[in-house]
DNA sequence: CGTAATCAAATTGGATCCAATTTGGCAAGA
DNA sequence: TCTTGCCAAATTGGATCCAATTTGATTACG
């Protein structure tokens, strides 16, 4: 099954500000459906009936009915010719298509960020994220607490730079993307056994950080562009780690951000 | 009011592919309803409730209710914090906005159906694509039914290049964007008054074509990308001519494709 | 034995009903 | 007169009911 294994933290405050408009209840199901998808529990090309996840769920089927719409639009499900939705396969490729197309629009919004200039908060926003990081790899280890660090910074800077563009359109494309598992800067992997390699990784993930900042900060559009369209790469290792059989290793840690847009 | 005064074809024959689940009904209050916010019978920033345009509708509050999720999901609507949703307002900056980034994954579309290759059916459909369009302007002038002839296998073009990227995040992303007036492939303008000048236009596009297929078949990605990234801006009349006030001239003709998406 | 037709079961979409939450106004008291 | 509190109206979300369409299966006929 793809993705079995991970063991993704789905119950964290969410960080978004697109409230969709359902109560708890809706939500819930909303949510609950993306992980079961993103798990594996549905297993891609699954037919999905609106009776059964509705019992399965204990709500009734309007939920269920709301909730399947949103996910044919992020893309998680298909709509068969007739009736009926189907589970979409997620393959490495597809998020490795999918964090392609992340570097393309993020690269936009560095480079918009940089013609236009980034305002003095979101700015020192920016340098924050980057101290923050510096004090982090200047222990020369990471620890799993760390990697909760590093991951919420990232979002920040990430979030801060797609504002900074400002540019709504880059903003909505990247949230369709976002609900792809893995595909998303909300979304990092780390591997426990081996924590010194991924602390080179990250230092080197956080370094493009660095000089992407840098090129916004002296109005180098295009070599913004290049570096952040490069760093999406830097998430691109899912797709290295699952290769072909799609199973990942017991030993990885997911960290994920609920999202509820 | 926003639009109001375009003409938009929305009864013409759906060229998408994911149709979505609803019947007929659901249907026609999903395109009713974009055609309202598009043309501007709902005012940007109007609230929307369910049961004023289930009545206004004649459906029931049901199908109201679902087309204003998606509705939301496509950007055209926004939630507020607590109740109701609003028409987002779509200003010209806006347009812009979706504008410049179907530009960047238009082209990085274009770079990857480069580096990876086209395929062989793919590759005489694009040259059949401009064959048509050679003959079109080998006249030397215009017609509206020329035009409708240039929409559709513009249309074409495009499309069959997004597809020989053979990255469905591209699509995906793209699809959002197709769902605000103007900003997509599918929607031209164009300026009675002045076909002369539309036929240099649209000539000068039509060349664009040329020597974006000419980069993609001869495996110049870089250069393809830069091509269709600056061809984007083909559409961007659109924003010049609405200028500040937002209104459109009367001799204007919009030729759009309605999306059921 | 194969094919076609009809009927039943399942599934989905729409409408209506009910509950919960919010908004807005009106009144009472400081 | 201003503020505060309470109540009513409105709006939204969920559940259930009903109709329409589709699937599939069984049976009858060639």
């Excluded at 400002?166 to 990247?174: M, Q, V």
């Excluded at 998303?184 to 493009?208: C, P």
């Amino acid at each position: 099954m793809l993705f079995k294994q991970f063991d993704l933290n789905y119950d964290r405050p969410a960080a978004t500000k697109t409230e969709t408009g359902m109560s708890k209840h809706g939500q819930r199901v909303l949510i609950t459906l993306r992980k079961m998808i993103a798990n594996g529990e549905l297993p891609p090309g699954e037919r999905v009936a609106e009776i059964p996840i509705a019992e399965r769920l204990g709500v009734s089927r309007t939920p269920v009915r709301i909730a399947f719409r949103t996910l044919e639009q992020e893309g998680l499900l298909r709509k068969g010719d007739r009736r009926g939705y189907t589970v979409r396969a997620i393959t490495p490729t597809e998020i490795a298509d999918a964090i392609e197309v992340r570097g393309v629009l993020e690269g936009l919004a560095a480079r918009l960020a940089s013609e236009r200039g980034i305002s003095l908060p979101a700015r020192s926003h920016l340098i924050e994220c980057l101290s923050t990081g510096d004090a982090l790899f200047s222990k020369g280890f990471l620890t799993d607490e760390d990697m909760e660090i590093y991951h919420d910074f990232n979002m920040r800077f990430h979030n801060t730079i797609i504002e900074a563009s400002r540019n709504i359109a880059i903003e909505d494309a990247l949230s369709r993307n976002d609900h792809l598992p893995f595909a998303s800067v909300s979304s990092i992997a780390f591997n426990r056994d081996d924590m010194t390699g991924e602390f080179r990784r990250f230092n080197f993930s956080h370094m493009q950080h660095h000089i992407i900042f840098d090129a916004i900060d002296n109005g180098q559009g295009a070599r913004a562009e290049a570096l952040m369209r490069e760093h999406a790469n830097a998430a691109l290792r899912y797709t290295q780690i699952l290769g072909p059989t799609q199973d990942m290793p017991d030993n990885f840690t997911v960290i994920e951000r609920e999202d509820t847009a």
